[in-house]
């Protein structure tokens, strides 16, 4: 079955520092969504990625989605102690009934020194 | 509009006990999910429907139980409570294409 892959699993930064996060597909996606988890919180989306090599952005943080779209990346500028969770990335199959699943990454857990 | 409510928030079950886990949404989603996500891991796909009186298995369905229904409502069925099903539950909901949205989540022990 299609699989996604995240990395890194864990990043430790200094306030300041850039962190980006990167999720390969095994299949060819629809589209790919982002999430970010609080530390005891619930999954919150962030964005939607769906054409070919497209980059969206939200303030600091930059959402690329591949041109074969089979991979992605989150990028966040000067990090904030506020960005501290899980990012996940889910992909959305291009084929048949695959469609109605989201299949997440296992998640990048940010962590930011102050 | 309070979007996916998830109850209980907490329970602790004894080995063997069974248990319901409810969730309700109001947004008329036809996709409704439940994961289940373990200590430091991701999230896992236990069983989804894609509308009322169709549900289908996920990547870990065994030791539980879905059943929709109606369009808001996708409980989640354990019933014969194991250690290994300690963690923490969410259900979501979503329509075509569109952003997931999840539940609270219920954080369940088994002892």
């Known amino acids: 079955g299609q699989q996604v892959m995240q990395i890194p699993q864990y990043q430790h930064v200094q306030e300041g520092e850039d962190f980006t996060t990167y999720c390969n597909s095994s299949?060819?996606?629809?589209?790919i969504q982002w999430y970010k988890q609080r530390p005891g919180g619930h999954p919150v989306f962030l964005i939607q990625?769906?054409?070919?090599?497209e980059v969206k952005k939200q303030k600091r943080l930059t959402f690329q989605f591949g041109e074969a779209k089979k991979n992605s990346s989150l990028h966040i500028t000067a990090t904030q102690t506020t960005d501290v969770g899980t990012y996940f990335c889910?992909?959305?199959?291009?084929?048949?009934?695959?469609?109605?699943?989201?299949?997440f990454g296992k998640g990048t857990l940010l962590t930011v020194n102050p | 509009n309070a979007g996916v409510t998830q109850t209980p928030k907490f329970r602790i079950l004894k080995i063997g006990q069974s248990m319901t886990l409810q969730c309700t949404q109001d947004?008329?989603?036809?996709?409704m999910y439940w994961y289940r996500q373990d200590p430091g891991m991701g999230l896992k796909l236990i069983y989804y429907?894609?509308?009322?009186?169709?549900?289908d298995k996920g990547e870990v369905p065994n030791g539980y139980n879905v059943s929709r229904s109606t369009t808001e409502d996708f409980p989640l069925r354990l019933e014969l409570a194991a250690p290994s099903q300690t963690s923490v539950y969410f259900c979501?909901?979503?329509?075509?294409?569109?952003?997931?949205?999840f539940g609270d989540g219920t954080r369940l022990s088994i002892l």
């Open positions: 979501a909901s979503r329509e075509f294409n569109q952003p997931q949205h």
């Open positions: 299949t060819t996606l629809s589209n």
């Open positions: 990625l769906v054409k070919s090599g």
């Open positions: 889910a992909g959305v199959a291009n084929s048949g009934g695959s469609n109605y699943k989201l299949t």
């Open positions: 947004m008329n989603h036809n996709y």
């Open positions: 429907s894609v509308g009322a009186g169709i549900t």
